[in-house]
């Protein structure tokens, strides 16, 4: 179960090579912008890069919102990279090799098609002060998240 609605948002610092070779780190937000922090199992396969292709084609909708996306998986940041570069996929990518950030939000799956532990596919929504708003795990690794959902929790930050 992902962390609940109205909870402060735990803190992290992953490593990222997408857009820029930086530590990305959450707190950095707080006090300026929303972040929308979408979680996903693994780079290179086929709703993954729908969801980020998709995130990242409407990328205008959540900046003119306030708010930075971040996407987050248990991929190397060198796969990161690749798979980016690959599908122009322009959003920051965050590494949470250790798994300890999906741990955090209550979205660790303990197997992932006998692959072992990876990110649930999940999103949130982070208003300035750190507190979560929008909280969703999709029942399924195949299914999205509820795009319009975490827009409209957005605009009700503004």
Do not use: H
């Not at 992953?14 to 979680?39: E, H, I, R």
């Not at 959540?62 to 959003?91: G, H």
Request: charged residues 20%.
């Amino acid at each position: 179960m992902p962390i609940a609605i109205g909870s402060k948002a735990p803190d992290f610092t992953l490593k990222s090579k997408t857009p820029a070779d930086a530590d990305v780190k959450l707190s950095n937000n707080f006090g300026k912008k929303n972040t929308v922090l979408f979680f996903f199992p693994l780079a290179f396969t086929g709703v993954c890069t729908r969801e980020m292709c998709d995130v990242t084609a409407g990328l205008s909708q959540y900046s003119n919102l306030n708010a930075e996306v971040i996407a987050i998986s248990v991929d190397s940041p060198f796969a990161q990279q690749a798979w980016a570069k690959q599908e122009k996929i322009s959003i920051t990518l965050a590494s949470d090799l250790n798994k300890e950030t999906a741990k955090a939000y209550g979205v660790l799956l303990p197997d992932l098609a006998g692959l072992g532990s990876a990110a649930a596919r999940a999103a949130f929504v982070i208003d300035k002060t750190g507190v979560v708003r929008y909280a969703e795990q999709t029942p399924t690794p195949k299914e999205l998240p509820n795009f319009n959902a975490v827009r409209d929790a957005l605009a009700k930050l503004q």
